[in-house]
């Protein structure tokens, strides 16, 4: 029987539908490679062995009684931990929600569901998806696969560490200001960050509610295709989802203009990525695509901007964490008597959050003051929508642009994480993207050379980042399988 480990979702559906082995089978060996390689990653938080198999036998059943599956069916999958599972555990990474268990199924389970797809677990995060490198878990950190004493990415770090240690065929993580995409990156995987409201949000725990997007992680730029087709969509119970106007795209490189803006080719930027990725846009123009140098007048803004509108949204949603409904509570705790209900109120928040989670619902709640309202939040929605139009604007000349997605390749565990203001510019090149609310696709496009853990050299993988027109996804995925075609041919 053929390796199953590392198989990609249409080469794994082929052998279902051949019967080369069974889903059950399939899923055998990714809860026995979980057991394996997780003890040195840490990417699960939680195991649905007994939800996996009853879900594997049904889909064999199909199959025995000659009844068509869909793409997804029998197809081991992950979900991070702060989309819901009914019946199984969500704690968003954090100690508030420790031993929350989720109630209904997130509308993207439904549908991945609905196609018979296989949920192995949920995957570890940083602390309410606050985080670039998954260190701000409140349970444990996660480590990369390609080098274990560096980060996997954050804050899907763990949907990112589960696939590129072939531990599940793809991952659903959550997308805020880069949090698909540059684990991806890190990882040397395909991260897709759809177009605000392209896929339902009923069913993910909010973080900043006008920038949360789910998105894929996955092997190949086919596979995001495939898992983004099963879980796009309008949905009645999130008001702001719509429905893809783009089913297919029928792209000729040479007819595609690509716009490279100067303002992300800037100092603070990695010597080696800058290089990988201006050789990845070379290749484009060698395949006949021509390269537009493009302004974006107002990306150095984006930073900042993100780190009031995302923290101010923050400090709104999680006020709901106040002891008396769900998750934690010092109510009930013996270690802290709480004497009245002011009491249960912030000894249940200081002991359940963790410190970057404090850190942003205190910058937020500031900047949404009496006195500083206009002066921040206001004044950073105005810059968002100065952002937005320098990307209309660019798009009336380009059909997609291309950026790095990091400024540099995975950092060592524990280099960033005392630092807030370094690790927040980690996303640098990510954030207006969800400011903008545009698709946004990373993908693997070559490496940079490092001194591992051992002392030796190694190789680390660096993500060309593919923005494109509000909802099409299938534009970017196209642009992004030229490359992928184009880079196996030159490897092999």
């Not at 069974?22 to 057991?35: P, R």
């Not at 420790?98 to 677990?121: C, F, H, M, R, S």
């Not at 510019?425 to 050379?449: K, R």
Request: with cysteine.
């Amino acid at each position: 029987m053929r390796e199953l480990e590392g198989l990609t979702i249409k080469e794994a559906h082929q052998g279902l539908l051949k019967k080369e082995f069974s889903a059950l089978e399939l899923c055998k060996t990714y809860l026995y490679e979980i057991e394996r390689e997780d003890k040195k990653i840490s990417a699960f938080l939680t195991i649905t062995e007994d939800l996996a198999i009853s879900q594997a036998k049904e889909v064999d059943e199909m199959i025995s009684q000659g009844r068509e599956i869909p793409d997804l069916a029998g197809i081991p999958g992950a979900i991070k931990d702060n989309i819901l599972v009914e019946d199984v555990k969500c704690t968003a990474g954090s100690k508030i929600l420790e031993n929350y268990l989720a109630p209904y199924d997130a509308t993207v389970i439904k549908k991945l569901k609905d196609q018979k797809a296989v949920i192995l677990g949920k995957t570890n995060l940083d602390e309410f998806a606050m985080g670039s490198s998954t260190e701000n878990s409140a349970f444990f950190p996660t480590k990369n696969p390609l080098d274990l004493k560096r980060v996997p990415g954050g804050s899907s770090g763990g949907p990112a560490a589960a696939v590129a240690a072939n531990e599940c065929f793809y991952a659903l993580g959550s997308d805020t200001g880069g949090s698909v995409r540059q684990p991806a990156s890190f990882c040397g995987l395909v991260g897709l960050k759809p177009t605000y409201g392209a896929v339902s949000r009923y069913g993910l725990i909010a973080f900043a509610s006008s920038l949360d997007q789910i998105g894929p992680i996955t092997k190949t730029v086919e596979d995001a295709k495939t898992v983004f087709e099963a879980i796009k969509g309008k949905d009645p119970l999130d008001s702001t989802s719509l429905e893809s106007k783009i089913e297919n795209c029928k792209l000729k490189i040479e007819n595609l203009r690509i716009g490279v803006p100067k303002e992300y080719f800037i100092k603070g930027l990695d010597p080696e990525v800058e290089n990988v990725i201006k050789k990845a846009i070379k290749k484009y123009e060698e395949l006949g695509a021509e390269i537009v140098e493009i302004r974006l007048p107002h990306a150095e803004y984006a930073l900042p901007c993100y780190y009031i509108i995302a923290p101010s949204e923050a400090s709104a949603n999680l006020a709901r964490y106040d002891g008396i409904k769900y998750g934690y509570s010092e109510a009930k705790s013996e270690k802290r008597k709480a004497k009245n209900l002011l009491d249960v109120y912030l000894y249940s928040r200081e002991e359940g959050f963790g410190d970057e989670v404090r850190r942003r619902i205190m910058l937020g709640t500031y900047a949404l003051s009496a006195g500083y309202y206009e002066a921040y939040y206001l004044r950073a929605q105005k810059v968002r929508t100065k952002i937005l139009e320098d990307f209309t604007q660019a798009f009336k000349e380009v059909e997609a642009i291309f950026t790095p997605t990091s400024p540099t390749p995975a950092f060592k565990i524990g280099e960033k994480i005392d630092d807030p203001l370094k690790m927040y510019l980690s996303d640098i090149f990510s954030v207006s993207v969800n400011l903008a609310g545009l698709p946004a696709l990373s993908i693997p496009c070559g490496f940079v050379s490092v001194v591992n853990s051992q002392g030796s050299k190694a190789n680390l993988p660096v993500g060309l980042q593919i923005i494109g027109k509000p909802f099409e996804e299938e534009k970017i995925l196209a642009i992004g399988e030229i490359f992928k075609k184009t880079y196996d041919r030159a490897r092999a």
